[in-house]
């Protein structure tokens, strides 16, 4: 398959709001109707989030914070910044993962009375692909995206995000190593059906450098990999 200009956009879109969306729903949700491979990866991919939450609250309390997460997926992190009392702004190119995760978010964060949840504020959820996004965040966070974009796209991508945070930037993205570029070919990763959109691996060096190139350096490091789930985790800030 060739990388087609905005193609592969309409294509994620589409997938996302489909079969991909039946398929990370699963695999993202709680219920026993997984594979053992989709199994694995929520396993890895709740270690991303867990990971994240880690790198967040260590630099200090989230409440009032303002996060932007793009592309949310079904909210696996919205709602946990969200209850730290982040002011979370959630986005994602499909609309059905939107009215996914404002469900979620809404069973999940019911505001009550009580002082404990004072603090809670709903996120704010908006179907909208990346590009689009504008305005300013303390911290903008950007989870398994990257997978979708080819190195050539890669590069604005990061550019667009960076310019949207005043203070730090999380990414994470599919390592470009050789152990998981064969573990790609073989397609363990989108197998069956659903395997309608391709995955892009990237080299962290070629992370880095894009964030370099706009005046931002990797403050950490994460890396989270499980049989089948593999993800770099960094953390950037202006330098
Ligand atoms: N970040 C979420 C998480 O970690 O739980 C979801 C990760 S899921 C693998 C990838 C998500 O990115 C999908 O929900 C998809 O719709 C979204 N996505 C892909 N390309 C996008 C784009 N250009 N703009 C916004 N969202 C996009």
Not at 165 to 175: E, G, H, N
């Amino acid at each position: 398959a060739e990388e087609v200009g905005g193609g592969d956009k309409e294509v994620v879109r589409e997938y996302f709001n489909n079969s991909g969306f039946q398929r990370w729903k699963k695999i993202y949700g709680e219920t026993d109707e997984v594979n053992r491979v989709q199994r694995d990866i929520r396993l890895g991919h709740s270690k991303t989030v867990e990971n994240v939450m880690k790198m967040l609250t260590e630099e200090g309390s989230l409440n009032g914070v303002t996060v932007c997460d793009a592309g949310c997926g079904t909210g696996c992190l919205a709602i946990p910044l969200a209850k730290e009392g982040a002011v979370v702004s959630a986005s994602d190119i499909s609309a059905a993962m939107v009215a996914e995760a404002e469900k979620q978010a809404k069973e999940q964060l019911q505001v009550d009375n009580d002082s404990s949840s004072a603090a809670i504020v709903m996120p704010k959820f908006e179907v909208s692909d990346l590009e689009s996004l504008n305005g300013k965040y303390d911290t903008v966070v950007c989870l398994d995206v990257l997978i979708h974009y080819p190195q050539s796209k890669a590069d604005g991508m990061i550019a667009h995000l960076a310019s949207l945070a005043d203070k730090r930037l999380i990414l994470s993205f599919a390592p470009k190593t050789f152990y998981y570029d064969l573990l790609k070919r073989i397609g363990e990763l989108f197998p069956g059906p659903s395997k309608a959109t391709r995955a892009y691996l990237h080299a962290e060096a070629d992370v880095e450098r894009a964030l370099q190139k706009v005046g931002w350096r990797i403050r950490k490091r994460g890396l989270t990999t499980t049989q089948f789930y593999f993800a770099r985790l960094v953390e950037a800030v202006p330098v």
